[in-house]
């Protein structure tokens, strides 16, 4: 079974920290993405990698940065953390570029910044 | 621009009975895939159902199949035979290229003894 884990399901840091969420993935997926979720909108795509040094911003990147220097971790940054960033985090993994391919998710962050 | 609209923010069925979740999207591209996702109470999405924009036939896995009807631009999840385990937050979502997703903003559904 494809395994995506998340560094932590719940996380505390205060307005200006740095913050580093961390996303692993066990199956040799060439895609990873990073989402955040909030009520009433869904999940919207922050950064997405479809290969290791690659990244591409997704919908809402401000505030936001990533890292992929291996191909199963991708790591999403908020340089200065902002209470309009407490939000749900999601990462998913996918296998490659097909219309067949689905996304398998990790079990999400839940950040608070205070 | 690509959308997709879940229209019901919440859904309440009795235990056995079937449930459907609405779906409908938007797109100029020919080919696309629709996706439906769970996400139980503990956060994890979990992957349901696949139908491709090609597909003559309505996709089905288990208890779930999904009604989709090109013309119209809609793409339902049915549930038969409700679950009380089926109590979870359920997104649809459609393929864009480079595997990306855009999705709903999802539907609570409530299953009742």
């Known amino acids: 079974d494809v395994k995506v884990t998340q560094s932590s399901r719940y996380l505390v840091k205060r307005t200006g920290e740095k913050v580093f969420l961390e996303c692993v993935q066990d199956?040799?997926?060439?895609?990873m993405f990073w989402y955040r979720q909030d009520p009433g909108l869904g999940l919207r795509l922050i950064y997405f990698?479809?290969?290791?040094?690659?990244?591409e911003k997704g919908d809402i990147p401000e505030g936001y940065s990533v890292s992929r220097e291996k191909k199963e971790r991708f790591s999403l940054i908020l340089e200065s953390a902002s209470t309009n960033q407490t939000s749900m985090y999601l990462c998913?993994?996918?296998?490659?570029?097909?219309?067949?391919?689905?996304?398998?998710f990790g079990p999400g962050t839940r950040l608070t910044v205070t | 621009a690509q959308k997709i609209t879940q229209t019901q923010p919440g859904m309440f069925v009795q235990e056995k009975e079937a449930v459907t979740l609405d779906c409908t999207y938007d797109?100029?591209?020919?080919?696309?895939?629709l996706f439906w996702y769970k996400q139980p109470s503990s956060g994890e999405m979990i992957f349901l159902i696949y139908?491709?924009?090609?597909?003559?036939q309505n996709a089905t896995e288990g208890r779930y199949s999904l009604n989709f009807q090109k013309a119209r631009k809609s793409a339902n999840l049915v549930i038969s035979a409700s679950q009380l385990g089926d109590s979870a937050m359920y997104f649809c979502?459609?393929?864009?290229?480079?595997?990306?997703?855009?999705f709903g903003t999802g539907t609570r559904l409530q299953v009742f003894p």
């Open positions: 998913a993994s996918s296998l490659g570029t097909g219309e067949t391919y689905e996304q398998y």
């Open positions: 199956m040799d997926h060439e895609n």
């Open positions: 990698s479809y290969d290791v040094k690659m990244k």
């Open positions: 797109t100029s591209d020919q080919s696309y895939g």
């Open positions: 139908q491709g924009s090609y597909d003559e």
């Open positions: 979502a459609m393929r864009e290229a480079l595997d990306k997703l855009i």
